[in-house]
């Protein structure tokens, strides 16, 4: 994707360093090392907001590996396509968990052949995965999922994935960095575009459970020039459209199948819901395109009963 923006001698855009970035600002909050005054700065200020933003920031990023151990498990996929994939600074941390700390990890701990391709708009990112990732069956790819059918339609993608097998999207906490249009185009697109067999597991920050503390984040990161729309559940659901999700269905993010992970913060500290949705049988096969993934997504309760509102579900 290209940029206007001017950059410097180090490919970064002029004054990289100086304006906070999400990426940066959630490895601060988890105890990695990538990051800079000005990400410490806000992060203070977020944190005086929302003092449960560490655990709301520490619940996703282990859900994360988790729900790829899930995909690749349950619906035996091997590909990935990691989108908002952030800084990988925090590996370490979840070593000492003995924990995948990434989605190439937990994918190849179940599919030794997995292929995962990682994609992020912050250049920063964008160039340690590169550097991290390149002895791995990985790629990576600056892109914006603001401009999703050039993302999806880019080289590196095709290079990567197999189109006529099973994908899985991750979009873990990715749609709240967008406006509501912005989302809703990439929502639809990739369900419009991934063969039968596959999979988007989203993750979402959400208004629902303390929304004055959420529009205080919400107007700190506006004033640092950084969209930030954490939606209530409705808007949630609507995002992920028809595809039927895989039970528990759309739940606060530390309630989803959190199997083996251990002293998770509270799970009223998610702040976020969590859900997998699957590809039906039916999904366009395009041209000379075989669906071959698993026939059916595994059966669990109805949709209706799925997606609860949280004080009927969680
Ligand atoms: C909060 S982090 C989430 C990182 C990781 N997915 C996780 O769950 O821990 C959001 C990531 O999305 C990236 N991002 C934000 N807006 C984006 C966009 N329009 N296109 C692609 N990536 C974006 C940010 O750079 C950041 O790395």
């Not at 994707?1 to 959630?26: C, D, K, Y």
């Not at 003092?51 to 990023?61: A, K, R, S, Y």
Request: charged share 20%; glycine share 6%.
């Amino acid at each position: 994707m290209n940029t206007t923006t001017q950059t410097t001698h180090t490919g970064l855009p002029e004054g990289w360093f100086l304006r906070p970035a999400v990426a940066r600002i959630n490895t601060f909050l988890t105890g990695g090392t990538d990051h800079y005054k000005a990400d410490r700065q806000l992060a203070g200020h977020l944190l005086r907001s929302a003092p449960w933003l560490t655990d709301m920031v520490t619940i996703n990023q282990r859900h994360g590996p988790q729900a790829v151990t899930v995909l690749a498990r349950e619906l035996g996929i091997t590909q990935f396509l990691d989108l908002g994939c952030g800084l990988p600074s925090s590996w370490s941390r979840a070593h000492e968990r003995h924990e995948p700390a990434l989605t190439y990890e937990a994918a190849v701990g179940v599919h030794a052949a997995s292929r995962v391709i990682y994609v992020d708009n912050d250049p920063m990112v964008f160039a340690l995965t590169r550097f991290l990732l390149e002895e791995t069956a990985t790629a990576a790819l600056r892109a914006d999922i603001r401009q999703i059918d050039e993302l999806l339609n880019h080289h590196e993608i095709h290079d990567t994935l197999d189109p006529s097998q099973p994908i899985a999207v991750l979009a873990h906490d990715l749609l709240p960095w967008v406006d509501d249009e912005a989302a809703t185009t990439a929502m639809a697109a990739l369900r419009d575009w991934l063969p039968a067999g596959s999979a988007i597991s989203i993750t979402h920050a959400s208004t629902d459970t303390d929304p004055q503390a959420m529009n205080s984040l919400i107007d700190h990161y506006a004033k640092a020039g950084i969209t930030y729309r954490p939606r209530p559940l409705k808007q949630i659901q609507s995002l992920l459209g028809t595809w039927p999700p895989l039970p528990p269905g759309l739940v606060p993010t530390a309630q989803w199948r959190t199997g083996s992970i251990r002293c998770l913060p509270s799970a009223a500290h998610s702040h976020a819901y969590a859900a997998v949705i699957t590809c039906p049988r039916t999904n366009r096969p395009s041209a000379g395109q075989q669906p071959t993934g698993p026939a059916d997504p595994p059966s669990g309760p109805a949709r209706g009963d799925l997606l609860n509102p949280p004080d009927d579900d969680a």
